[in-house]
Structure formats: C-alpha cells, structure tokens
C-alpha cells in the first residue's frame, strides 16, 4: 500500500516519515506533500490508500482537498491532524468519513493506530470486492451453461441471474455463440493468457456496441456468448472472431466454431449446437482457423485401389510414386464426406502398416513413435487429418532415407525375398518353388543366399511369415486362428508352438504384451 503525508511543517512531516515501523503496518511506500495544492497534485499521480493530512495548509486546506481526493478515488481513508479543536473541522472530516481525527501535538502511538485501522478497512474494502467480483462472475459462469440445454432451462435461475448481473434482455435481443477449443489442457496453459485476453476482448466487445459472457465448457473447450440489441452484421462477427484467433494465434493451437445468430435467450443452444456441429468435423481442417461450413463431395470409390498400389510402390522402392499416393490420399479425404474421424485414422493406420511391413522386410528401423508395439496409439493421437498427414509423410520420408544409405542388394537375393513377400500366405511355399522361379538349382540358391545373408531361405520364410503376424498380432480385429492361415499356417497348433519357440510367447501372451 501506499501513503501520502501533506503537512505545511516540515518538521512534522520527517518527524511521522521517521519514527513509524511502516513495514510492520504493510506501507510499502511512502510520499510527502507541504500544502493541499501539492497533495493533490500527487494523490491524482500516485492513487495512494491512504492519507494523512494536516487540516490547516496554504494555498488549499486538507478539507478542500480530502474532498477533490475523494471524487478520484473515492476509496481512499483519509487520516486529518489538526492542533485547533473547531466542532466545523470535525463535521466536515465526519461528512468526509475519515477514518480518524488525530490531534496535534502528534503521538506517533496514536498515528499508528489510526494507520492500522485505515489498513484494515481497506483490506476488508478489497475482500468484500473480490468476494462480489467472485460471485459475479460465477453467476455468469453458470448462466453460460445453463442456456446451453433446449429442455432443461431453469427459468428462476435465468431470471434472478439477469437481476443479479443487472442485465436487461428483451425479446429481440440477439445471440451468437461461439466456442473456443483448444489443443492443450486450459489448466497447463499461461493463466496471465486468458487474464489479459478477457480484459482485452471485453473492451473490444463494448467497442463495437455489444456484450459476452463465457464460461468453460470443460479443460478444452470455452463457450463465448455474445449478445446486442441489434442484429450483428456477418462482417463483424467475422472480424470479432479473427480478433480472437489473432491473439492466440502465436500462443497455442485452437478451433473457433462459431453459431449463427438467434432471436431470444431460448434459443441460444441452437446457436451453440450449430457451433458444437463445426466443431465435430475440426478433423479436416488445419489449426488456428475460424472453421466454416463446406460443401464435400462423397467419393463412393474412395481409396479401394490406391492402399495396394501405395504397397507395390513401396516394395518397387519407387518414392516418387509412394509420395503421389500420400498427397492423393490426403486431398481426397480433406474433400470428402460421411467418414468419421475414426474411419479416416483407420485408412491411415492401414498405410502406415504397409509402411511398416516395407521396414521389417529391409530390415530397417522405425521412425521415433512408429514402432510396431505403439504406432496404432501414435495415429490415435493424432487430432487432425493434417496431423496424420505429416504423420504418415514423415514416416515415408524415413523409409526412403534408410533405403538411400542401404547397400545395394544382390539382385537374386532381391528376386527371392520379393517371391517370399508375394507368396508367404501359401503353404506350399518352398525352396523348390522358389529355385524354379529364379531359375537356379536347389542347391546353389540355397548356398548363395545363405553365403550373401548368413540365414537359410526356410529360415528367412519362417522369420518373414512370424514378423507379419506380429504386425498382425497388434491388431486385435484379427483372430489368432485367422493369422496362423494368412501368414501359411493352416495348423493352428503348428503355428502356436513355432512362434513361442521363436519369441518366447504364445501368440495370445504376445497380443495381451503388446495391447496391455
């Protein structure tokens, strides 16, 4: 707090300054003045809590003076000394609710006292404001979200709320809601953020004539209601909505959905829900817009040949091709209509497998969050289609750097893995076949691939159908039964017991390992 002492002697002056602990009083600074004139000139500068002013000065005596004060800053105590017991003085300092009336000579005692009961009224001042403050605005709070329900309105609530709030709404007053979500919890963000941008957007709102009141909806989501007398233009609701996106747009990542504007308070969750609607489909659209409505075709053939022409571009190690194929993706499912944002991280999910299964066969290593125990969770968090598009690219990007810095594989070798990939599912699969199909006797396709990769090819056959069921594995739509037959065991048994023997686990403990 602050003090400002005005005295025409300046010997009482340096004597009160002196002689007062003003720490102990919770005084943190304090000021002087040697006549009304100046006391004035800086309580207008310095707005200090409390004054302690001599009654009789030149130029301007402490009541002119306490009351030009008072019409500033109308909650300041003021503290008079005088050495003249005149009944006027005191009645004008008792009109002027002075605190205490100290006469001269000065006992510092007495100066302290008087201080520390001004201290305490304005502590008490400050408390009952805050305690107002606080109830205000969870009245507004809760009539935020009490008129977001069409059938469970409390009308007494509504109404005692607009008396408490001393807000005048008629039947033709207009509303339009929009709703602010952010990426981040609100609870992990900057406080100081939504402080200064409330006092802000406030100002900015009674700038153009109209009013809001807002409450959160949960830890993502605030739900701002703006409300004038008159109907808004689209216009400026347009440049209200860019002024909240410009002054979180270097902050954090959000959506703005706003409504349309209604007639009457009883309809403002038609407003809300057209917001809550455009909000559903943020999926496809970037972060930090202002989202609209559009109009997206269907594309009935949507993606049916792309995935396996993505995969034969992939095992061709063709890049430019596998890229064509990302962008296509992306373009068309940014333009489609009737999926839902599952069915689009599920398309993703498939690709990224193909992705996954190119690594395992070249024996490279995931990408950071794209291993095959996890990637399924890592597309999940993902909060738009951008997001898995940059998700899935940079996967892509990995693969064909590791493919770029791999040395060149024997071209027989290559001939044999890439039969073995097309052809692992076949339970007739064999190193026969796969002689013929080179066009090399048994026996030296067996030495030579064993001498370029240090495995026999049943080896390798075995190692490539197991790495395939564990991509499997992860996918809990897939039957274990159905796996054993996909990857050329039709022996269910068969299969349980050599993938234990090879990893260590059952294929139904692996599943429970990788799902937990």
Not at 338 to 360: F, H, N, R, T, W
Not at 487 to 497: E, L, T
């Amino acid at each position: 707090m602050k003090l400002l002492i005005i005295d025409d002697e300046k010997i009482t002056r340096e004597g009160i300054m002196n002689s007062v602990n003003w720490k102990s009083l919770h005084i943190q600074e304090v000021l002087q003045a040697d006549d009304g004139v100046k006391g004035l000139s800086l309580a207008k500068m310095h707005r200090p809590e409390i004054i302690l002013s001599d009654i009789r000065m030149p130029r301007m005596d402490g009541i002119i003076m306490a009351e030009k004060i008072h019409a500033i800053l109308p909650n300041t105590c003021i503290i008079f000394m005088s050495g003249y017991s005149d009944k006027e003085y005191l009645k004008a300092a008792i009109k002027l609710k002075a605190i205490r009336y100290v006469e001269k000579p000065i006992d510092i005692s007495e100066i302290e006292d008087a201080v520390k009961e001004a201290v305490k009224v304005i502590e008490t001042v400050r408390h009952n404001k805050n305690s107002e403050l606080f109830a205000h605005n969870e009245t507004r709070r809760q009539l935020a979200l009490a008129v977001l329900q069409k059938n469970q309105q409390d009308a007494g609530f509504l109404s005692s709320a607009q008396s408490s709030l001393q807000i005048d709404w008629e039947k033709q007053t207009y509303f339009t809601t929009f709703l602010l979500q952010f990426k981040a919890p609100v609870s992990e963000m900057d406080v100081s953020l939504f402080n200064d941008f409330t006092k802000q957007f406030s100002d900015y709102i009674a700038s153009i004539h109209m009013h809001e009141f807002h409450a959160a909806k949960n830890d993502h989501v605030i739900v701002y209601h703006i409300y004038s007398s008159f109907m808004p233009e689209e216009a400026a609701l347009l440049r209200l909505y860019n002024h909240v996106r410009d002054y979180f747009n270097l902050h954090c990542l959000f959506f703005i959905a706003p409504g349309f504007t209604v007639s009457g308070l009883e309809h403002i969750y038609e407003s809300y829900n057209a917001a809550v609607i455009l909000l559903q489909n943020s999926f496809f659209n970037e972060y930090n817009v202002v989202l609209t409505e559009r109009n997206r075709q269907t594309d009935s053939t949507l993606l049916k040949d792309e995935l396996s022409q993505f995969a034969e571009a992939l095992s061709a190690k063709n890049a430019d091709a596998a890229r064509r194929y990302t962008d296509k993706l992306y373009e068309s499912l940014k333009n489609s209509c009737g999926l839902l944002p599952s069915q689009v991280k599920d398309i993703y999910y498939k690709y990224l497998y193909q992705l996954e299964a190119c690594m395992a066969r070249n024996q490279l290593s995931p990408s950071d969050g794209m291993e095959a125990s996890n990637f399924w969770d890592t597309v999940s968090a993902c909060s738009t289609l951008h997001e898995l598009d940059v998700l899935l690219k940079d996967a892509l990007t990995h693969l064909f750097l590791q493919l770029s810095q791999a040395p060149e594989e024997n071209h027989i070798i290559y001939m044999v893995k890439d039969f073995i990939r097309k052809n692992y599912a076949s339970e007739s699969l064999s190193v026969k076949e796969i002689s013929e199909q080179v066009y090399l006797t048994t026996s030296y396709l067996c030495t030579h691939f064993k001498n370029e990769t240090g495995k026999t090819i049943n080896q390798y056959i075995t190692e490539y159908r197991l790495e395939i069921a564990k991509q499997m594995l992860h996918d809990p739509r897939y039957k274990i039964t159905d796996i054993s037959s996909r990857v050329g065991y039709p022996d269910g048994n068969y299969f349980g017991k050599l993938f234990k023997k090879m990893t260590g686990l059952s294929p139904s403990e692996y599943r429970e390992k990788v799902l937990e």
